[in-house]
């Protein structure tokens, strides 16, 4: 999992140690993903993550819960492209 917040990747590297409000909540996470070969958090800059970061903004201007099953909402479509494009040069 990648994120920008580096807050939540220490507390995720800290979670048997912690005392956070939060540390219960990564622990069940721990145990939840147990089941996967493999699971980390990792911190990533904002620039790289564009799209999450894009939705995060727009939560923050909506008053009810937003979900899209099979579209892509318009105000994420130029970032996921560019995303895309990024990715694909990668590889």
Known sequence: L????LEVVNLWNSR???RSVVAPIF???G???SSFN????HHV????????????KHACTIDV?????DIVPSFLTSSLLADCSVNALIQ
């Open 2 to 5: 990648d994120t920008d917040c």
């Open 16 to 18: 048997y140690d912690s």
């Open 27 to 29: 622990l069940e996470i």
């Open 31 to 33: 145990e939840l993903t």
């Open 38 to 41: 493999s699971f980390d958090i």
């Open 45 to 56: 800059v904002r620039s790289v993550n564009g799209p999450a970061h894009i939705c995060a």
């Open 65 to 69: 819960t937003e979900s899209w099953i």
